[in-house]
């Protein structure tokens, strides 16, 4: 779960405009990316995600399951253009803990209405939840968001913004802006988390709103460790 902290660092403004490009060519005429896409282009530039795999609703059968190179525990996430979200439709399974658990939970979210595929990945560990997004507002441009998880978000919208492309500072700035930032610290005897991490992943999709592609883009959430980060869901919308 090792962040490529330098890689996210450095990566080069000109690189990002390309490899987006490409990725949009492959969309056909829609808004939003699917999630194995965004977690390939996220990889691609040097962000942590989980080990997994996507199999189309057309091909589901023909994979072998039992030969997957994955650690259980594993989660099943469906996909669909239409779903706007996942835990409505009951189209998220966790824990599963075997080749039996997981023959039973592609067959259940492929018998969702308008299911196109089946995201498998492997289980990340416990750690302190974050959001990282950008968006394009009409107001001030490309603007990078950073905010706590969990009910921290949900009840008290602990999240705070700054304009897009931040440097290491501007974000280290951000983040202390949130109430729950003593999270990061490390609370009730919890280790303090990945700060570096953070850093470069805010700093990355600054730099990708910046480049003017992107509607938004949406990592929630983040899952932060002590040394290195996880990458769990993300969503992203062609301008």
């Excluded at 930032?181 to 005897?189: A, D, S, T, V, W």
Aim: proline share 5%; hydrophobic share 45%.
């Amino acid at each position: 779960m090792t962040i490529k902290n330098q890689s996210l660092l450095n990566l080069n403004e000109q690189f990002i405009p390309s490899i987006i490009k490409d990725l949009i060519d492959t969309q056909k005429g829609s808004k939003l990316f699917p999630e194995h896409k965004v977690k390939e282009l996220l990889k691609t530039m040097g962000f942590p995600v989980p080990n997994g795999i996507y199999i189309s609703k057309d091909t589901a059968n023909q994979i072998s399951l039992r030969q997957l190179p994955f650690k259980y525990p594993l989660a099943a996430k469906i996909f669909s253009s239409k779903i706007s979200s996942k835990s409505d439709v009951k189209g998220v399974i966790l824990d599963i803990k075997n080749v039996r658990e997981l023959k039973n939970a592609t067959k259940k979210l492929s018998l969702i209405e308008s299911c196109e595929g089946i995201l498998i990945e492997e289980m990340a560990p416990k750690g302190v939840e974050v959001i990282i997004g950008g968006i394009i507002d009409n107001q001030f441009g490309p603007v990078v968001m950073f905010g706590i998880g969990g009910i921290f978000v949900e009840l008290y919208k602990d999240v705070a913004f700054a304009l897009a492309p931040a440097d290491e500072k501007d974000a280290l700035w951000l983040i202390k802006q949130v109430k729950g930032y003593k999270l990061l610290e490390g609370y009730r005897g919890s280790p303090p988390v990945d700060i570096a991490a953070l850093i470069s992943m805010i700093v990355a999709i600054s730099k990708i709103i910046e480049a003017g592609l992107i509607l938004e883009i949406d990592l929630n959430p983040v899952v932060l460790y002590p040394k290195g980060a996880l990458v769990l869901d993300a969503k992203m919308f062609i301008v």
